[in-house]
């Protein structure tokens, strides 16, 4: 029923529920746990892009100030936060509105 009033079936339930997972598990060990500066600083070199000198937190804003375009990933916003707020039973703030 729950899944109803969101207008999710169980899959994307599934999904995002492992994605919710993973992105609180990379957060806790933290970037330097998977040498992302390096492979970061790497990646933006090869494309052009200015590497960045930062690391944990900052490596992070430096990565969400860019689009996920020049990383090379397709990524639809409004997607996204409609399925993030369809996961957090937070779907119904909008549609109430």
Known sequence: ???????MIFSEFEDGI???ALCAWLCEVG???FGVGSYVADWASRRGLA????????????LADH???????RCDVSVELLQYLQLTDRLSLL???
Request: overall charge negative; proline content about 9%.
């Open 18 to 20: 492992y994605r919710e």
């Open 95 to 97: 549609v109430d509105s």
């Open 31 to 33: 970037s330097e746990h």
């Open 51 to 62: 590497p960045p000198k930062k690391t944990g937190l900052e490596l992070w804003e430096w």
């Open 1 to 7: 029923m729950w899944l109803c009033r969101q207008g």
């Open 67 to 73: 689009e996920p375009s020049a990383f090379g990933y």
